[in-house]
């Protein structure tokens, strides 16, 4: 049961003893749209201040930060999903609302073009999951979660060279290369989302707390927020 999320461990469901009412897709599916309410929701009204001439750089700083800090208290405290999860959500969306509205004042239109292809890519891969033509044997697994590691690692490297005024060749180019690497993140992001589905599939059926439907949910939002940032990175470097 591992998954590239980094919030949803391999030890996760095995850690967390079932009592009382179980873990449903249903359920889950339904805290899923309830977290991506909020996220969409803190991310509007961020659009919408920042429309009126507001300053929503603070607003970013703290969606970023706290977002941060209750995505790390749900990973380490899954009990805890049910209170943390909606407030991750909504930070969240502070920060993806800003980044949003800056980069749609430099490339009108490119928001909702990465919304869409967001929204459609895990619509097709829910899809193909479901039917059972992707299916993740531990190879595939495997490929996911080294390739997710591998790119960590290179963004923490180039977090540590932005220190010293440089950043890793080609990761910000808009040239042949740098798109080609942006198009492989994408990719890598997009299979995240077949581990999630995994994930949380066997959840349900190991019979895991109630609970976990938040937790879930979360690790699922988590791998989506991400998959919609390097989308809008990819179409940023194709209207460059």
Do not use: C
């Not at 391999?10 to 909020?38: E, H, N, V």
């Not at 991310?43 to 201040?49: E, K, V």
């Not at 970023?64 to 208290?73: D, S, T």
């Not at 967001?118 to 697994?141: H, P, S």
Request: charged share 10%; aromatic share 12%.
């Amino acid at each position: 049961m591992r998954s590239g999320n980094p919030v949803l461990k391999d030890d996760t469901f095995q850690r967390s003893a079932a009592s009382g009412k179980s873990m449903t897709l249903g359920g889950t599916t339904a805290k899923i749209s309830l977290l991506f309410l909020f996220l969409v929701g803190t991310a509007a009204y961020t659009w919408y201040q920042y429309s009126l001439g507001v300053d929503v750089t603070l607003m970013m700083i703290i969606g970023a930060i706290g977002g941060l800090i209750f995505a790390l208290i749900t990973a380490f405290f899954p009990k805890a999903a049910p209170v943390t999860a909606p407030i991750y959500a909504a930070l969240e969306g502070f920060f993806i609302g800003g980044i949003s509205a800056f980069v749609e004042g430099a490339y009108s239109g490119i928001v909702i073009q990465a919304v869409s292809l967001t929204l459609a890519v895990m619509g097709a891969l829910l899809i193909l999951y479901a039917t059972r033509v992707i299916k993740v044997t531990r190879n595939f697994r495997l490929m996911v979660v080294s390739a997710t590691l591998g790119i960590f690692l290179v963004y923490l490297v180039n977090f540590i060279l932005n220190f010293f005024g440089m950043t890793v060749p080609y990761l910000h180019s808009s040239g042949p290369v740098g798109i080609g690497i942006s198009l492989f993140i994408v990719a890598i992001a997009a299979l995240n989302l077949v581990l999630d589905f995994d994930f949380i599939e066997k959840g349900v059926n190991r019979g895991a707390p109630k609970h976990m439907e938040w937790y879930g949910a979360f690790g699922l939002i988590v791998t989506l927020v991400w998959l919609y940032i390097e989308i809008l990175r990819l179409l940023q470097k194709l209207r460059r």
